[in-house]
């Protein structure tokens, strides 16, 4: 699901990462870009009792709910990993035993985001199981060397059959890429959700 704000009459598009609240509050997380449309003014000039005009959320079925019991695979490249981590938050509040899987891509260990969230469930169990890929610099002495996602991590850091509903999100490319290998490996398409974003952080 996805936030819009309307500001000097264009359209910046932001995910929610927070589970559902009772209070009505939602958490959004901005990475900020040097040459941002919106992204410089949001994280660095708005302050506590600014007003912004929302409009949304848009997007009606990449969310996850509390009835849901199947395996979840999620599949992050970089900030997509936003509208997975409310997912992921979402089962968490349901104290539910959904079992999930991420596979999160990015470019070297210091870009990961939520990484103290994100290591603590995984340390929790086996029902949060994260796998990261790292696209350009890895941690000293990982198991792979850098590089994107293939079919061979596909079958290691992801659920190993066709059950579990899946979901991507980041850039267009990526999320192409992911998913014709998620395909490949024989998940079901039509259990394949996918949100990607181009160059300047629009969604698709």
Known sequence: MSLTYDFWNSHPHYSIASAPSSDGRI??????LPNGEFSPYLTQEVMVGDELE????IGRWFVWRPEQVMPIQLVAGGSGIVPLMAKIRSRTSASSTAPFRLLYSVREPGAIFYR?????LSSQG????VTYAYTRITPKN???PAGRIDAELIASGTWPNARPSSCACGPTS??????DLLIAAGRDRKRTRTERFGA???RK
């Open 54 to 57: 929302v409009r949304g959320p």
């Open 200 to 202: 300047t952080g629009e």
């Open 27 to 32: 958490e959004i997380t901005v990475e900020r």
């Open 142 to 144: 990982w198991p792979r």
């Open 126 to 129: 086996d029902l949060v199981v």
């Open 174 to 179: 990526f999320v192409e890429h992911t998913t």
């Open 116 to 120: 103290d969230e994100l290591g603590a």
